[in-house]
């Protein structure tokens, strides 16, 4: 998905954590929310990979990937969703030209960096190691699974959030899994009862099992 236009998170640093890239046999891919860093997720990376895992975290510039809540018309949110998107698809590219193939290459994000990785898989579909989506959703005002195109071959998706999250409803979590089944994917979706805008152990128990079982 290449993009011939460098835009604001081009340039930031790619933090790598774990094993070596050159060594791992299966990266995952880190995406951070809005307010992070790279560093922080880095953190919850350890907490879920193996140890043979590198782990690639993209930092956004200004620690925010796109202006506008994710519920808002897509172009409200550009250029940085777009950026954000070829960034991640830098990772992605930096863990293949270590021959690590797509189908151990594993992408997580929360809240403002689930949002961007649900978007980025769902828009290039293949088979990945797996997918966490933690309390976020696909961009843009509406959600429909016609505008999806192609096939995940069963890729393990893991959808988790809060019933009453301020920031993402319910229903968007709901239809990002429906597009995610269209595309042929292992959906799990989890909605957690009173939960605060954040992760939860089940959801780290979760995407542990989900990336073990490419170690």
């Not at 930092?59 to 940085?80: K, T």
């Not at 690590?100 to 961007?116: D, H, M, N, V």
């Not at 089944?181 to 099992?209: C, P, W």
Request: hydrophobic residues 40%.
């Amino acid at each position: 998905m290449r993009d011939a236009t460098p835009g604001p998170h081009q340039g930031q640093p790619l933090v790598q954590a774990g094993t070596a890239v050159e060594d791992a046999h299966a990266a995952l891919i880190l995406v951070h929310g809005r307010g992070a860093s790279a560093r922080s997720i880095i953190q919850f990376g350890r907490q879920v990979a193996p140890t043979e895992f590198v782990l690639l975290a993209p930092q956004a510039a200004d620690n925010e990937w796109y202006p506008q809540s994710f519920l808002a018309p897509v172009e409200q949110n550009e250029p940085g969703r777009r950026s954000g998107l070829q960034a991640i698809d830098d990772a992605v590219e930096t863990a293949r030209a270590a021959s690590i193939p797509t189908e151990r290459i594993a992408l997580a994000g929360f809240s403002q960096g689930a949002c961007l990785v649900s978007e980025y898989v769902a828009r290039n579909p293949d088979r990945y190691g797996g997918l966490a989506v933690l309390s976020g959703g696909l961009l843009g005002e509406t959600v429909d699974p016609a505008d999806y195109q192609g096939a995940l071959d069963g890729t393990p998706v893991f959808l988790g959030c809060s019933d009453i999250d301020p920031h993402i409803p319910e229903q968007r979590v709901h239809a990002t899994a429906a597009v995610f089944e269209s595309l042929d994917a292992a959906v799990d979706t989890r909605i957690y009862d009173g939960m605060a805008h954040t992760v939860n152990d089940d959801e780290l128990d979760a995407v542990a099992a989900m990336l073990a079982d490419l170690d």
